[in-house]
């Protein structure tokens, strides 16, 4: 990923909107950028006060719904030929049509939402959508909950949870810090359960004692 090559962290700091929204849509269109990468380092600048975390999530869906567009139109006019073409990441491409194209057809709306949570499929899903020629009014109407659900959710994380959850994000995926966050949240339930079971099993010992007789006088 570009990410690896290019500080991108920087040149957000640096360039801020503009570039935030300039890397989501071209993720979005089907540009191999790190456009989620963008989206939690405008967000943790924002928890900084750098940024305003109302436009940071606001142009991320604004951008995360053109690229799409942008891709649609690319793969409705195009796509398969573009994705069967030798050249750059032939394998990959090849790939994305071979396991992308049979689960638009049967998933079709649900794709486009969930896709844009998922790296590979954010990357190539409008064009797929386009491809397997997907009617635009169920694409634009499930692409925009996509996109604004997942600058929202990507957005606000990034802005409580700081850096450790963007790292987590970029190495697992949502639903990897998911997972975390239940087994954390279960660990901590688990012993709040079994500290209360102790203080009750402690409780019901005392009250089994023999109560040692009184001193005449007491």
Do not use: C
């Not at 600048?45 to 649609?72: F, M, P, T």
């Not at 987590?168 to 997972?179: D, H, K, Q, V």
Request: hydrophobic share 50%; proline share 5%; net charge positive.
């Amino acid at each position: 990923m570009l990410a690896a090559i290019v500080n991108v962290k920087h040149l957000v700091e640096v360039a801020g909107y503009p570039l935030l929204f300039l890397l989501v849509m071209s993720e979005s269109s089907g540009v191999p950028v790190p456009g989620e990468t963008a989206l939690i380092t405008a967000a943790v600048l924002a928890s900084r006060g750098k940024l305003q975390i109302e436009l940071v999530i606001g142009l991320a869906a604004a951008a995360a719904i053109v690229g799409d567009n942008i891709g649609y139109l690319i793969g409705r006019k195009g796509g398969r030929w573009l994705l069967e073409r030798p050249g750059f990441m032939h394998q990959q491409r090849l790939r994305v049509l071979e396991v992308g194209e049979p689960f638009f057809e049967r998933h079709g709306p649900k794709a486009v939402f969930f896709g844009r949570f998922l790296l590979g499929l954010r990357v190539w899903a409008s064009w797929l959508a386009g491809a397997t020629r997907m009617p635009w009014r169920s694409f634009l109407l499930w692409n925009a909950f996509g996109g604004i659900s997942w600058a929202i959710v990507i957005g606000l994380v990034a802005y409580y949870l700081g850096h450790s959850a963007g790292n987590a994000i970029e190495t697992f995926g949502l639903y990897g810090l998911a997972a975390v966050l239940v087994a954390i949240i279960s660990a901590f339930v688990m012993h709040r359960r079994h500290r209360r079971r102790v203080r009750e099993g402690g409780a019901a010992t005392a009250d089994r004692r023999p109560h040692e007789p009184r001193e005449p006088g007491e």
